[in-house]
């Protein structure tokens, strides 16, 4: 009798830590699935930056904003020149690029960042806003933002470092 009353201790003592075991391993399981999901969760904002990212260094490259031959053999480089020509006609590429707004702003040398760029004052400017639609979550790239300038009569490149921004449009068929 002792015998039996020891082996079902030991079958009950053996159910109760396959019980624990198990509860155990569960808990861990769904502490390692919160974490993957939150995770998850961060990669996806970073994705969607970087996708932003990577179309701010899309429309510099494109050919209505590159400098092409012009100033050399330059990536990301941003034709000054062009752009304030393309500003008059920009709605025509509304759909075309996919964004609410574009801007781009010159960081160096640093000059009068609030003046808005035109015909006029394109020495003495800090910004140009192609688009200006909804502002929401600008993501930029840098850019370097050349023109032709001309000293005493003689041509030659002016170069300065710029970021353009841009606000992707939020639609529901991508």
Do not use: H
């Amino acid at each position: 009798m002792i015998k039996n009353k020891s082996a079902q201790m030991k079958i009950q003592q053996m159910a109760f830590m396959l019980i624990a075991v198990t509860l155990f391993f569960a808990l861990v399981g769904m502490v390692i699935l919160v974490i993957y999901m939150s995770s998850l969760g961060e990669s996806s904002d970073l994705l969607e930056q970087e996708k932003a990212m990577r179309l701010a260094t899309k429309i510099a490259n494109s050919p209505e904003f590159a400098c092409g031959g012009s100033f050399g053999e330059k990536t990301n480089c941003v034709d000054f020149d062009k752009v304030l020509i393309l500003k008059e006609s920009v709605d025509k590429y509304k759909e075309f690029w996919r964004v609410d707004n574009i801007m781009i702003l010159k960081i160096f040398p640093p000059e009068n960042f609030e003046v808005e760029c035109n015909a006029g004052n394109y020495d003495e400017c800090g910004q140009l806003k192609l688009m200006e639609g909804n502002i929401g979550l600008s993501y930029s790239n840098y850019v370097t933002l050349c023109r032709k300038a001309s000293n005493a009569g003689e041509l030659y490149d002016k170069c300065e470092i710029a970021r353009i921004l841009v606000d992707p449009r939020e639609s529901e068929d991508e």
